[in-house]
């Protein structure tokens, strides 16, 4: 049986992009998001994308999570050329390959953990004891296994981030990529998140991080900093956080 991270070519790349560029047209302006970007994440990486407000991680980010199309260039995600795909297919690879979490947590209102979770199964065509099932994993996964029940309004918003994480993975996604995760959290509660993010990492998932904040940053294996649509720079990182974030946040207090 072939290996869930062996791309169809044979090679080992989760994702390979090649010469990518991305050309918004703003009336009679051309907006230049990406300009020739390339980038290769192999499965189990942790890579941190970095870069200031107009530098392109946005529309980077939307490019690895199929949420959009470059102008040119070449994205294949498991040997799977997406510029190939139409809106069915694109969408079904997205919904089989890749989990997202936003810096929003995006959860219904009225709804219980367990259900939030279940979503993403549903809407694959499981059973519902299938669902139910894969998503009490899910949040046992992620420290929830307690809260199933519980509606975003009974929960912190840690508890509401972790609940947004378990959706995310219960389909078994090959990578995990997360746009801010900690934006709308405080010091504490985003340490306890990115310790999360680590336990994940640490036991086999593939992930990228879209962020600002260098502390966040600092968590994963690899930092790709991008500038005026190029990649700046791509470094393993040296100073990567031996312990996690939140013993240091607990010290501090």
Known sequence: MKDKNT???GHTSLIQIEEMTKIYQMG??????LRGVSLEVKPGEYVAIMGASGSGKSTLMNMIGLLDRPTSGSYRIRGTEASSLGKSKLADLRNREIGFVFQQFNLLARVSARRQVELPLFYAGLSGRQQRELALAALERVGLADRANHRPDELSGGQQQR???ARALVNKPSLLLA?????ALDTKTGAEVMALFEELHAQGLTIIVVTHDAQVAQHAQRVVTLSDGLILSDKRNGHKLVRPMLELVNESH
């Open 7 to 9: 791309t169809q070519n």
């Open 179 to 183: 746009d801010e995760p900690t934006g």
């Open 163 to 165: 609940v947004a994480i």
């Open 28 to 33: 009679d302006i051309q907006v230049h998001a």
